[in-house]
């Protein structure tokens, strides 16, 4: 979970008051965090650090002294500015001559940007190493490692407008990059630079590299890599700064900008808009101006309130608990079956983003009632435990794999295109892919457990041989008609890897395995990719395929480098329970 560092004057100044940390900690759970580490006492309230650990990962707004300090100021009850007037879509717009051109060959590479201005008074120290956090915070967790979101801080009064955000020659342009003194070229600071070394992996693969220039071709930076050490190098005492932000997703990005307006808003600076014009679509238009509101209400019930959380809230404390969350909400009457009942919409502050259900309206009503004032309440049903038939059926088939040999395994759910579709040789139509991870290596869900044993299988060159191993686990695919559209089964995956392993060894398994688990199957020939032709065959049960055996093809063993032989099989257990 993320975690920060507040400087204690500039967090209790944040608040407008300050509190003793005992009364702290019972105060940070409404910002979902908790308090990690007290300061020095022995070190002057300017150098004092507050260390707080954030507990969930789905507002990033709170990642940063002033998203939490506004949090708990709001809580309690304290005003703070009036958000909607920095959105350039409520009048905001005044954009004059600031003018970002983006340039049409960015479509493939990194294609969009949002940029704003913040003015009014000079950044002191305290404030500066704020913004260095939220910055690496947002780019980092939020982010994807700068890979979806990357921001940069420039001093716009050494900037000429308009400026370009092109794409560039890598071998062919330089610059001088912060920490250097020398100019470097664009690839030598994927290669020589600390922060090249740190993200070049983004960029290493691209033609062109996307740079940022103003009108007197000045560098400001090479996004999301690295700034300038002319115009990206902000110091104490800066007064008029220039915050971008590129990226692949435009929600995300005008999310971000977001909250990072609103954080510098609290602290008295003036928010003004850039204009950034794109040649393509966003999918919020072409041109865009941040801050900028975007998000869309969500509705629900007092009476959907009180049912999940148990209580007999009326409707003004629910109001009010909503308010201390820093939203605006509609209230209209709308009786149900004779009984006093409210539709409750939500429009939620320009800095949040995580209100896709009404559940996630109900948990802010028990936030901001606080957590600690719903009573413990005894359970009023007699239950007794027990385990499902499916895990009773599924350790019977766990103790049947241990004697017939083989050794069991426990792997992810999450991983790669490559592991589970290309090396595995499918298509991947019914792979269900993750809409926003955090790595491509954790982008999709397993189709089935074949994939994690080759994984396994293919560090496994050094073990002695004959390999046998197994795993009972969940895999779950695309399935239309299922009310989600995906389902989840439990499965049996095995594999021995051996010079002799063949076809008959492992259907003499598969035999002794389902007659065990009390169950009568015939085979037919399958035409399974993963497995050789001829060599394979599917298991039916009551008429339905429940698993699939054979001799892995040649193409699949290359793809994961294993050089030795090998049979498996894949049975549904669900099908066999």
């Known amino acids: ?37 007290k300061p020095d006492m022995s070190q002057s309230e300017d150098e004092r650090v507050v260390k707080i650990e954030l507990n969930d990962t789905n507002r990033p ?13 709001l809580h309690e009850g304290g005003k703070t500015v009036d958000y909607m007037k920095l959105m350039s879509n409520h009048g905001n717009n005044d954009y004059g001559e600031r003018i970002v051109e983006v340039d049409p060959e960015l479509k493939d590479i990194r294609p969009y940007m949002v940029a704003f201005m913040i003015t009014g008074k000079a950044i002191d120290d305290p404030m500066l190493k704020d913004i260095i956090q939220t910055q690496e915070k947002l780019a980092w967790n939020f982010g994807r490692k700068r890979k979806s979101i990357s921001m940069g801080v420039y001093r716009i009064d050494q900037i000429k407008f308009p400026v370009k955000y092109h794409a560039v020659d890598p071998d062919k342009t330089s610059f001088v990059p912060l920490q250097c003194d020398a100019p470097m070229t664009c690839r030598q600071i994927l290669t020589d630079h600390p922060k090249g070394k740190d993200f070049g992996w983004i960029l290493q693969d691209m033609k062109k590299f996307p740079l940022l220039s103003d009108a007197k071709d000045e560098v400001l930076s090479m996004a999301p890599i690295i700034n300038s050490a002319t115009l990206g190098a902000v110091q104490v005492g800066d007064k008029d700064l220039m915050v971008e932000l590129t990226g692949d997703n435009i929600e995300n990005l005008i999310l971000s900008a ?33 801050p900028y509101y975007f998000q869309p209400t969500t509705k629900t019930t007092l009476g959907a309130v009180n049912k999940l959380l148990g209580s007999d809230f009326d409707i003004e404390k ?15 009457p709308e009786p149900v079956e004779g009984r006093e009942d409210y539709t409750i919409t939500l429009s939620p502050a320009p800095y949040r983003n995580d209100f896709l259900h009404e559940v996630d309206i109900i948990e802010d009503v028990m936030i901001g009632c606080n957590v600690s004032a719903f009573e413990p309440r005894t359970p009023q049903d007699f ?4 385990l499902l038939p499916l895990t009773e059926f599924s350790r019977k088939a766990k103790t049947l794999m241990v004697g017939l040999g083989y050794q069991e395994m426990i792997f992810n759910y999450v991983g790669s295109k490559k592991d589970y579709v290309d090396n595995m040789l499918i298509d991947g139509s019914k792979v269900i892919e993750i809409a926003n991870p955090m790595s491509e290596n954790y ?22 041989y004959p390999h046998k191993i197994f795993e009972i686990g969940k895999v779950a695919y695309l399935k239309e008609d299922e009310n989600t559209g995906t389902i989840t089964r439990q499965h049996l995956g095995f594999l021995t890897a051996a010079a002799n392993a063949n076809f008959n060894t492992l259907a003499s398994e598969v035999s002794s395995l389902v007659y065990f688990l009390d169950h009568e199957y015939t085979v037919v020939e399958s035409e399974d990719p993963r497995f ?18 054979g001799e892995l093809h040649p193409q699949v063993l290359e793809n994961w480098g294993i050089t030795t032989p090998c049979v498996a099989g894949e049975l549904d257990l669900e099908e066999l329970i």
């Open 1 to 37: 979970m993320p975690k920060i560092e507040c400087n204690e004057k500039l967090f209790f100044e944040a608040i407008g008051k300050k509190y003793t940390y005992d009364v702290l900690e019972d105060l940070l759970p409404c910002a979902k965090a908790e308090l990690d580490e």
């Open 61 to 73: 707004d709170l990642w940063s002294t002033n998203g939490v300090a506004r949090q708990i100021k």
């Open 258 to 290: 977001n909250i990072v307006a609103c954080d510098f808003a609290d602290q008295g600076y003036e928010i003004k808009p850039i204009l950034v014009k794109h040649p393509y679509d966003t999918g919020l238009g072409k041109d865009i101006m941040v």
């Open 318 to 332: 629910v109001k009010d608990a909503l308010i201390r969350m820093g939203n605006t909400i509609s209230v209209v």
């Open 383 to 386: 239950t007794v435990g027990r």
């Open 443 to 464: 982008q999709f869900i397993r189709p089935e457990i074949l994939s994690s044993l080759c994984r396994a299988e293919a560090g496994s060159a050094n073990a002695m």
């Open 532 to 549: 050789i032709p001829g060599r394979q065959a599917a298991l039916m049960v009551n008429g339905k395929q429940a698993g699939v055996f």
